[in-house]
């Protein structure tokens, strides 16, 4: 037997030094480049749709009222005070919705009285079948004759602007909304002897508040669902929900996630807000406004299924396919007081909102011509 020691012995294996191993092939980050970048140009193209406005929003400490501003707070302030007193006071309305079915009929009448004061003769109903005592109410500035928008005399181009005039059950409503009616019953007066290109309605609608609301209950989804049946060209609506809350101190804007960084976390401005379809609607009309009035201003138009952003009449006006906005002070997003009984005429600050009702004036005047 052959001793294993005296054996020749083999060298030993040769060990491959290992490479270095790739993670991510060249064509893969080429196909990830390529990703982040459609992904940042769509994120940058829904920050110009969605959040980036035209115009500059008005900064810095506000002008002295004119005498034209005052002269117009004392009058939203005194329509105010008349809707949204939380004692019934003599002559005074207070909580308004079908749960105070008294209130909410003293409403209708004292809104309709006014406007028969400023000279409407017609004042169209639209009632809603369940859940609402009284109706809608409409007046109709007829457009220019010769005008574009009274080309087709049968069917005009029409612009509406509405607010709803219930209140949330056990609450005056002061800021929600009898300052978007007092609003709506100022732009109404002033446009009675003032044709414009467009057909301009105003609505006074009923039901915006629970347990109507986004039901066929809704008034102004009824009243949209009557324009769409005869097919009216509305070009726009306006909706203008609670417009009097304002305030300087750091922190007292809130906003639904993830919208924090975009926007001042001071609530002193008012907002501009449409859906992605009526984004051009929503831009135009915050330019016009920020053309013309020296007051702070913020715009969005953002999915609709956002918290807050569906919240108001113009909702209805999307389910029927028409372009529409809001203009609010943000309600609950800002306003302590809103859907409480807080919500007081003492608690609204009537210099801005007349500020505000001026520049909705011009954005009024500014669509109906386009």
């Given at each position: 037997m052959a001793n294993p020691a005296s054996q020749p012995v083999d060298p030993p294996p040769t060990v491959p030094r290992p490479r270095p191993s790739r993670?991510?092939?060249?064509a893969a980050l080429?196909?990830?480049?390529?990703?982040?970048a459609a992904i940042g140009a769509a994120l940058f193209c829904a920050y110009i749709s969605m959040i980036s406005m035209p115009g500059e929003s008005f900064r810095g400490a506000l002008p002295p009222a004119t005498d034209s501003q005052r002269a117009l707070a004392a009058e939203l302030r005194g329509y105010v005070n008349i809707l949204a007193d939380a004692e019934g006071g003599v002559g005074r309305v207070?909580?308004?919705?079908?749960?105070?079915?008294r209130r909410f009929a003293a409403a209708y009448s004292w809104i309709d009285d006014q406007l028969a004061a400023y000279g409407y003769e017609q004042r169209n109903e639209y009632p809603v079948q369940r859940g609402s005592p009284v109706p809608n109410i409409e007046v109709i500035v007829p457009a220019k004759v010769g005008e574009a928008g009274a080309a087709n005399a049968n069917k005009p181009r029409i612009l509406v602007i509405g607010a709803h005039y219930d209140a949330f059950q056990g609450t005056p409503g002061a800021d929600d909304n009898a300052s978007g009616v007092a609003a709506t019953l100022?732009?109404?007066?002033?446009?009675?002897?003032?044709?414009?290109?467009?057909?301009?309605r105003f609505l006074f609608f009923v039901n915006e508040e629970p347990p109507a609301f986004w039901t066929d209950d809704m008034g102004s989804w009824v009243y949209a669902k009557a324009c769409r049946a005869k097919n009216d060209d509305i070009a726009a609506m306006i909706s203008i929900e609670s417009i009097g809350y304002y305030?300087?101190?750091?922190?007292?804007?809130?906003?639904p996630q993830p919208l924090a960084s975009l926007y001042p976390s001071t609530g002193d401005f008012i907002g501009f807000v449409g859906n992605w379809k009526s984004r051009g609607l929503t831009r135009r009309a915050i330019?016009?406004?920020?053309?013309?009035?020296?007051?702070?201003?913020?715009?969005?138009?953002?999915?609709g299924i956002m918290p807050g952003v569906g919240w108001s009449d113009h909702w209805s006006f999307w389910q029927e396919g028409y372009d529409a906005i809001m203009i609010t002070d943000t309600a609950t997003f800002r306003n302590p007081n809103y859907h409480t009984p807080g919500d007081r005429p003492d608690t609204l600050d009537y210099d801005r909102m007349a500020r505000v009702v001026e520049g909705i004036e011009h954005v009024i005047r500014g669509l109906a011509a386009e």
């Open positions: 993670i991510v092939s060249a080429k196909r990830l480049a390529i990703l982040f207070g909580n308004r919705s079908t749960y105070y079915p100022h732009l109404a007066r002033i446009f009675r002897h003032d044709p414009q290109p467009m057909e301009l305030s300087d101190a750091p922190g007292s804007q809130r906003y330019s016009i406004f920020r053309e013309h009035a020296q007051f702070p201003s913020e715009g969005a138009a953002l999915p």
